[in-house]
Structures are given as C-alpha cells and as structure tokens.
C-alpha cells in the first residue's frame, strides 16, 4: 500500500511560521513530484505548491507566492512546506500529494494518484 502522511500543523497566531511534512512509505518519494492542497471548511480543494523530482519546478499559487517554500530531502523520504507570515484565510486542512512517477507537477488535482489524510492548520488570535 502506498501511502504519504502529513504532519506538523497546529495552532499558530496571525504572522507566525509553522512547517508542514510529508513522508512516504512503500516507495522512494525521489522518484515522484510532490504536490501541496488545502481545503478550508465549506470550500474546494486548491492547489498551493509542487515541486519536481529534481526541484527543476517549485510552483505556488499566488495566495501563497512569497510566503511559502517548498523543498525536499529525499534521503528522508520527505517534502517540506515552510509556511510564513500566516493568515486567517490560511486555515485550512493541508493535503500533500503525488502523481505518477517520473513526471512533473500536474495543474490538475485528478492527476494525483497518492494523497495523505491531511493535517489541520488554524492561523488565529
């Protein structure tokens, strides 16, 4: 059973930091482009990052461009989101992602194949 698994979210204040995970098991997580999702109570699920095989493509969304890095350390079999300067409107459930092997960071979520379960993230007072 592949599977990735999330974690590192939490409560932080408005201008915080916090930094996400995302591990893999059941098979090696060079070998695949990660995405980064979140969805926020009563809204779709949107796309915030990707990032490559080889970090050749680290892709954000605009809502995030500036804030949040994503990065990789496959020898851990892991991809990191460091998210800053937090907002209210970036509380959300944080989903990461993979699509097929070998290929690059996909626009569209149904290209993903592999999801985590998702880890919760409140930026508040």
């Known amino acids: 059973q592949l599977q990735l698994v999330e974690s590192g979210g939490g409560l932080v204040q408005p201008g915080g930091s916090l930094r996400l995970s995302c591990s893999a098991s059941?098979?090696?997580?060079?070998?695949?482009?990660i995405g980064w999702f979140r969805q926020a109570p009563g809204k779709a699920r949107e796309g915030i990052s990707c990032?490559?095989?080889?970090?050749?493509?680290?892709n954000y969304a605009v809502s995030v461009k500036g804030r949040f890095t994503i990065s990789r350390d496959n020898a851990k079999n892991t991809v990191y989101l460091r998210m800053n300067s937090l907002r209210p409107e970036d509380t959300a459930v944080y989903y990461c992602?993979?699509?097929?092997?070998?290929?690059?960071?996909?626009?569209?979520?149904?290209?993903?194949?592999?999801w985590g379960q998702g880890t919760p993230v409140t930026v508040s007072s």
């Open positions: 992602a993979a699509p097929p092997r070998n290929v690059g960071c996909p626009g569209a979520e149904e290209r993903y194949d592999y």
């Open positions: 059941g098979f090696t997580l060079g070998s695949y482009s």
């Open positions: 990032i490559s095989t080889t970090d050749s493509i680290r």
